[in-house]
Protein backbone atom coordinates (compact mmCIF):
# COMPACT_ATOMS: atom_id res chain seq x y z
CA UNK A 1 0.00 0.00 0.00
CA UNK A 2 1.41 3.16 -1.00
CA UNK A 3 0.58 6.15 1.76
CA UNK A 4 0.85 9.66 0.79
CA UNK A 5 -2.01 11.02 3.25
CA UNK A 6 -3.31 9.95 6.53
CA UNK A 7 -6.40 9.15 4.13
CA UNK A 8 -4.49 6.30 2.39
CA UNK A 9 -4.02 4.40 5.98
CA UNK A 10 -6.52 1.44 6.51
CA UNK A 11 -9.88 2.46 8.45
CA UNK A 12 -9.24 1.31 11.54
CA UNK A 13 -5.49 3.09 12.00
CA UNK A 14 -6.67 6.41 10.23
CA UNK A 15 -9.68 6.36 12.97
CA UNK A 16 -7.11 5.36 15.84
CA UNK A 17 -4.95 8.59 14.16
CA UNK A 18 -7.80 10.64 14.22
CA UNK A 19 -8.52 9.98 18.10
CA UNK A 20 -5.43 10.43 19.47
CA UNK A 21 -4.81 13.71 17.35
CA UNK A 22 -7.89 14.47 18.79
CA UNK A 23 -7.36 13.73 22.72
CA UNK A 24 -4.19 15.94 22.42
CA UNK A 25 -5.93 18.89 20.76
CA UNK A 26 -4.73 17.93 17.56
CA UNK A 27 -6.66 17.82 13.77
CA UNK A 28 -5.00 15.24 11.41
CA UNK A 29 -4.70 18.15 9.25
CA UNK A 30 -2.04 19.24 11.17
CA UNK A 31 0.20 16.86 10.50
CA UNK A 32 2.41 15.85 7.25
CA UNK A 33 1.90 11.72 6.89
CA UNK A 34 4.11 9.40 3.96
CA UNK A 35 5.02 5.88 4.03
CA UNK A 36 8.41 4.89 2.50
CA UNK A 37 10.23 1.97 2.45
CA UNK A 38 12.88 1.74 5.15
CA UNK A 39 16.68 2.45 3.21
CA UNK A 40 18.23 0.40 5.90
CA UNK A 41 15.89 -2.81 6.16
CA UNK A 42 13.75 -3.15 2.85
CA UNK A 43 13.52 -6.70 3.60
CA UNK A 44 10.86 -5.47 6.94
CA UNK A 45 8.61 -3.56 5.16
CA UNK A 46 7.38 0.51 5.35
CA UNK A 47 7.85 3.27 7.36
CA UNK A 48 5.62 5.31 7.92
CA UNK A 49 6.94 9.72 8.03
CA UNK A 50 5.02 11.76 10.65
CA UNK A 51 5.36 15.55 10.07
CA UNK A 52 4.80 18.69 11.97
CA UNK A 53 6.77 21.61 11.07
CA UNK A 54 10.25 20.76 11.18
CA UNK A 55 10.02 17.76 13.30
CA UNK A 56 9.24 14.49 12.15
CA UNK A 57 9.43 10.83 13.52
CA UNK A 58 9.61 7.86 11.33
CA UNK A 59 7.67 4.66 12.60
CA UNK A 60 7.66 1.04 11.42
CA UNK A 61 4.14 -0.45 9.98
CA UNK A 62 3.13 -3.22 11.43
CA UNK A 63 -0.27 -5.78 11.43
CA UNK A 64 -0.32 -4.86 15.25
CA UNK A 65 -0.96 -1.47 15.22
CA UNK A 66 2.25 -0.55 17.05
CA UNK A 67 2.68 2.27 15.10
CA UNK A 68 0.14 4.24 16.43
CA UNK A 69 1.19 3.38 20.15
CA UNK A 70 4.58 5.17 19.33
CA UNK A 71 2.76 7.98 17.61
CA UNK A 72 0.32 8.82 21.15
CA UNK A 73 3.77 8.29 23.11
CA UNK A 74 5.10 10.94 21.17
CA UNK A 75 1.94 13.02 21.23
CA UNK A 76 1.95 12.23 25.43
CA UNK A 77 5.89 13.64 25.66
CA UNK A 78 5.14 16.95 23.59
CA UNK A 79 7.12 15.74 20.84
CA UNK A 80 5.39 17.36 18.42
CA UNK A 81 3.60 20.07 20.51
CA UNK A 82 6.14 23.13 19.90
CA UNK A 83 6.30 22.30 15.88
CA UNK A 84 4.85 25.14 14.14
CA UNK A 85 2.33 24.22 11.25
CA UNK A 86 3.52 24.49 7.61
Known amino acids: M ?3 TYTDL ?3 DRA ?3 LA ?6 APIHFDISGQIDPDDPAHGELLVVR ?3 W ?4 RIDSRGQWLRQFEIDL ?3 FFRF ?3 T
Not at 21 to 26: K, S, T
Not at 56 to 59: D, V
Open 16 to 18: AFE
Open 52 to 54: RGA
Open 83 to 85: APH
Open 76 to 78: NSR
Open 56 to 59: AQAY
Open 2 to 4: VIH
Open 21 to 26: CARHGF
Open 10 to 12: PLG
